[in-house]
């Protein structure tokens, strides 16, 4: 048995290393529709807290994911972030304004919508937890590649700065299955989000957006080779 095991990670770390340089050349592109998009669409560069830079997935844990966590029977085409990329802005009318870019742009695929802070927000109102706004693209046709498209997803992360903090201080308690949280640090972590949620909804109604005109432009952007 173990045997088997471990010939199946070979497998799967040698079948994601043959398409790491291509994720790598989408994340590129990704990042550069999305900064392009940063610069033309915000006057204010202190709405920008941290412009997009993609990173692919670590190999090992990529591994643990789709062979320890979730079991993947097609490991490539099931995990959806292979590579990401996030843009941190200062409040949600920014997560906003790019979001709605993100879902209508032309410059890919809009597989799908992942989390959406609003829609949690609504849905969930005595929940306080993780909150970012999460979408999966791929290539269109026009996007030069050796590699499957469909294999070939990378998830946007659009995130205000004090949900970014959030998530830094949660992640490995919260997102990382194998670890242990108590409820006192469970506790502590709700009542942070809430905290911090209260700061997020007062900025956004005191800090106009942007760019207003411009709130609902699509970018066109040519595509890299």
């Known amino acids: 048995m173990a045997t088997n095991i471990k010939l199946k990670e070979e497998d799967v770390r040698q079948q994601f290393a043959e398409i790491s340089k291509e994720l790598d050349r989408w994340g590129a592109y990704v990042d550069k529709v999305l900064n392009e998009y940063l610069e033309n669409c915000f006057f204010g560069h202190e709405h920008i807290q941290n412009h997009a830079c993609h990173r692919v997935k670590d190999i090992d844990s990529y591994c643990e994911k789709v062979l320890l966590r979730y079991h993947f029977n097609n490991p490539l085409l099931e995990t959806t ?3 990401g990329t996030r843009v ?4 949600r009318n920014d997560v906003r304004l790019v979001s709605d870019f993100v879902r209508n742009s032309d410059a890919w695929v809009m597989q799908e919508q992942t989390r ?3 829609d949690v927000i609504l849905q969930q109102p005595d929940v306080f937890t ?3 706004d999460h979408f999966i693209v791929k290539p269109k046709p026009e996007f030069k590649t050796i590699a499957d498209r469909d294999l070939l997803t990378c998830e946007i992360q659009i995130r205000t700065i004090l949900q970014h903090a959030y998530a830094e201080i949660s992640h490995d308690t919260v997102y990382k299955k194998n670890s242990v949280t ?3 640090a469970k506790r502590i972590l709700a ?3 809430a905290m911090l949620e209260t700061a997020d ?3 956004s109604e005191r800090v106009s957006s942007p760019c207003p005109e411009r709130a609902y432009i699509v970018g066109r952007s040519s595509l890299v080779t």
């Open 116 to 118: 959406d802070t609003d």
């Open 191 to 193: 009542s942070s989000m």
């Open 88 to 91: 941190v802005l200062l409040d």
């Open 81 to 83: 972030d292979k590579v």
């Open 201 to 203: 909804e007062k900025s």
């Open 182 to 184: 108590n409820n006192k």
């Open 130 to 132: 993780y909150q970012s």
